[in-house]
């Protein structure tokens, strides 16, 4: 496609609940990043991947989050056992190797 | 890690006015870019810029690599330009490590 997308826009779930977040690069991107807005803050980085593999999970806050790219296109961000503090705008974006970013519009999740 | 300051943290100016946003930042950078986010919430890329100036339109951006800083300067401001600027940096380990943003008002 045109650009990076992300399905859904938005996502309303109660706290315990498991979600997957869908992210879909720009065709030909090897890297692909998932970062998470809190209200009034810039974007914090949670996983990178290079093709198929993290490059970088460091940014996970916990075992509660994981995300893949099984076939080094699309991925899935998993969040298991959700909580009130989850809730954010998590972004998605992806890059030529090293290059610069392409942000998708987000999927805004609450946690109610 | 790098650290990202930006300011003004806040920033109203009247349609037609020129204005300057800073980032500064803590270590060497391999890359940086200049964001708008929409009122919708879309990161729009404004300029990748690791070292020098670029202009597009209205928009222009200077990096000084090594003194850690970089501008981007918004010229005959419009009232679609308020929003959020970003500025973010890559380090060694490719993610972007993002400021706190320039919120920007324009008013008509």
């Known amino acids: 496609g045109a650009g990076v997308s992300q399905t859904p826009s938005n996502k309303v779930t109660e706290k315990g609940k498991y979600v997957e977040l869908r992210c879909d690069p720009i065709?030909?991107?090897?890297?692909l990043y998932w970062y998470r807005q809190s209200l009034g803050q810039g974007p914090e980085f949670l996983i990178y991947f290079q093709g198929t593999g993290a490059a970088d999970d460091s940014g996970l806050p916990n075992d509660r989050f994981f995300a893949v790219r099984p076939e080094g296109s699309v991925s899935t961000l998993k969040i298991q056992r959700t909580e009130r503090g989850d809730s954010a705008v998590y972004l998605c974006a992806s890059s030529a190797t090293r290059g610069e970013q392409f942000f998708g519009p987000g999927t805004r999740l609450t946690v109610l | 890690g790098i650290q990202v300051e930006q300011s003004p943290p806040d920033l109203i100016l009247q349609e037609g006015a020129n204005s300057t946003l800073r980032c500064n930042f803590s270590d060497s950078v391999n890359n940086l870019q200049w964001f708008h986010q929409n009122p919708w919430g879309q990161l729009i890329n404004l300029f990748y810029?690791?070292?020098g100036t670029k202009q597009n339109g209205r928009l222009s951006a200077t990096t000084v690599a090594t003194e850690r800083y970089s501008l981007l300067y918004i010229s005959s401001s419009q009232t679609t330009d308020s929003g959020v600027y970003f500025c973010a940096v890559v380090g060694n380990t490719g993610k972007l490590i993002f400021g706190q943003g320039t919120t920007l008002q324009v008013k008509p």
């Open positions: 810029i690791p070292s």
């Open positions: 065709s030909g991107h090897t890297a």
